[in-house]
């Protein structure tokens, strides 16, 4: 007998066993196969709802019961609610993949001049500031579905969900 190849041989019988149960599912023929990953959104063509904004001085804003939302065509226009006005703008943008960050960059913004509640005109300063600083944006999996997080010179300002038919995205 050659001890060297007993010892090859019984390795190799432990690891076929180790790779042929590792390739199992353990559910048998029966199992229900893993589900497929959802693709996350790109920036673009999705209605996003405001969650988390952070106003100028680092301090969390309450976005009220009446978020702000944004829209970004493909055609690069930006538009959506800042809390008492609808706005518009031009963006300069990429498209987040896989929680990357991609530079995004928003023109002069254009707005309705309504005026509101003190409340309301305050998250309307601090949401149109915070798009005024955005410089990056990545599109993330979260625990309800996909979250987009635009940030600025100072780390993350603000985090948006898909509203209305693109939250089913």
């Known amino acids: 007998m050659h001890p ?35 693709a996350l959104p790109r920036i673009d063509a999705v209605e996003w709802r405001c969650t988390e904004l952070t106003g100028p001085g680092g301090a969390k804003v309450d976005v ?13 226009r930006a538009t959506g609610f800042a809390g008492v006005n609808r706005f518009f703008a031009e963006a300069t943008f990429g498209n987040a993949i896989a929680g990357t960050p991609e530079p995004l960059r928003f023109g002069p913004i254009g707005a309705t001049r309504m005026a509101g509640p003190p409340e309301r005109m305050e998250l309307e300063r601090a949401f149109t500031a915070m798009v005024e600083g955005v410089r990056s944006a990545a599109v993330s999996a979260g625990p309800g579905g996909p979250i987009l997080t635009l940030s600025g010179d100072a780390g993350p300002c603000a985090r948006f969900e898909p509203s209305g038919p693109d939250a089913e995205r």
């Open 64 to 76: 009220t019961d009446r978020p702000p939302s944004l829209r970004i065509g493909s055609d690069g």
């Open 4 to 38: 060297g190849r007993n010892a090859f041989t019984a390795s190799s019988i432990v690891l076929a066993t180790v790779l042929t149960a590792c390739g199992t599912t353990g559910g048998g023929p029966n199992a229900a196969a893993p589900a497929a990953p959802r």
